[in-house]
């Protein structure tokens, strides 16, 4: 007869443990540039690691139809000599195939994007990047709704239509920024998504599709007709408290409601959270707004709420981009600061949404062009050397993290990852900083008056019922370890390193400031350490 084994008692604090459910939400899904940047080796390199040590899912990425990964072909292009054309429009996947084949590898899936219109299909052409997306309605929507059938039905047929079914499928990207991402009107891209859903939908009922991914949250009515209507922003760049506006999502209440008029399915509602915002004054001029330090908590439980009173209350939430900021060229991503406050924002939000997904693991990234220097603002957990900032090390302390909450608290989260241990995170976002966020930057230097702020925090638990004898393996990262843009700093911000000087940096990229602690003879562990301004601290058995 099998006897049922009973979890150990875990005493925090004394105090019995709670048990709940921790979604690791910031490792389903992370962001990517564009498809053909996912045929280098570097970004591949980077990935895997991302995978491996990071905990990656899903990988979200624009472009998957652009000219580059030659897709939809109407010539047999010539080259030198003259391009014929063809009589009939053919598919080929052969770069596709090498990027899907090369993230199903590291065991990952594609969160797959349906972008953007190849340029014989676009209505405008060459709307945004340095490698010039067409980003408009289709010229013959059946071609469009050709391709993507030919394409849903071709990875089905290559990985076989369970694994097919893993995928989430999101039309487009931020249709509302015309004329950048989207030249059309809001209605022009409901019917897209609308053709696009029920084509996929007819294909197999069993693939997730969603949308409308829309940009950020703001808090005046500049979305709210066809068009972006930049003349009713002055209130909100003009506002002495952004704080105290109404802010609200774009597009999703007017989606939700179309759909449900035609029975247009929706499996899950997708948009972006960046809690920043930039808006012209009465003159014309752009102002850019950071949204106080909850911003990203506050506008998931307004589309909590959304979805709860649709007519969809059962689909999923994707946050499908988030950072600190939406620009690839803000240094705040490489500092410290940043992986602090993406760490106190998962942490704050794991139990509103399926996913949120930072916006991007890799600073192999060309919306603008190549970035200028080795720290230059961009997006990426790593630079394009693969030098871990500070943020990988936070999303690998987070990752370590088990799957049931033992504690949570204002400054971090002890879990369990098995009958007799844990793991936890902990952080200092310094009480100074009050309701303020992180903001940005447009050089590393001007970041560094954050490092002013404080107190350092204490940080004192004692957990019993661990395993007497047990190691558990501390790691701090903070503005004296791990914090590589500053030693980059240090060193005038060479913009091209040799290969000593990407070996020097990396080591010191990864030089945290680590420690042991025992479980002791009764099988208590004795938390006890300061944490400096900014730092983020991880604990997890040593042989994890």
Known sequence: ?????????????????????????????????????????????????????????????????????FVYRTSDGGGFGPSVPREVPVYTFAYVDKVFDAILDTGARPFVELGFMPRELATRTETVFWWNAHCSPPKDMSAWLGLVTATV?????????????????EVWNEPNLVPHFWTGTRTEYFELYAATATAVKRIDAGIRVGGPSSSVFVPDARYDGEYHDQSVEYTTAEATDPAALPWKPVWIHEFLAYCAERDVPIDFLSTHLYPTDYAFDTNGVGRAISRDRDATRNDLATMRAIIADSPYPNAELHITEWSTSPSS?????????????????????????????????????????????????????????????????????LNRLGSRIALQTDHGIITRTAERAVAAVFFNYPDSMGSRSVGGANSYAQTLHLAQEGPARSIRHRI??????????????????????????????????????????????????RSTLRVDDDGALTIDITLAPWAVMSLAPADA
């Open 153 to 169: 039905e071709h990875w089905i047929d290559r990985y076989g239509r369970d694994e097919v079914r893993t995928w989430p499928f």
């Open 329 to 397: 060229r803000d240094h705040m991503h490489d500092t410290v600061f940043a992986a602090t406050y993406i760490v106190r924002a998962f942490l704050q939000s794991h139990d509103l949404t399926d996913s949120i997904s930072y916006w991007t693991f890799t600073d192999v990234f060309e919306e603008g062009g190549g970035g200028i220097g080795p720290f230059h603002g961009g997006f990426g957990f790593v630079n394009e050397n693969g030098i871990h900032k500070p943020t990988f090390h936070a999303m690998a302390m």
């Open 464 to 513: 019993d019922g661990l395993v007497p004898g047990e190691t558990y393996a501390v790691e701090i990262l903070d503005q004296d370890h791990g914090n590589v843009a500053q030693a980059w700093h240090e060193r005038g911000e060479p913009l091209n390193l040799s290969r000593r000087d990407v070996a020097n940096l990396a080591a010191i990229a990864d030089d945290l400031d």
């Open 1 to 69: 007869m099998s006897v049922e084994v009973m979890p150990a008692m875990l005493l925090i604090d004394d105090q019995v443990a709670v048990d709940r459910t921790l979604r690791h939400v910031w490792s389903e899904c992370i962001g990517a540039g564009r498809a053909n940047e996912a045929l280098r080796a570097d970004w591949q390199a980077h990935f895997r690691e991302a995978v491996a040590t990071l905990g990656a899912r899903h990988v979200r990425f624009h472009g998957l139809f652009h000219d580059d990964m």
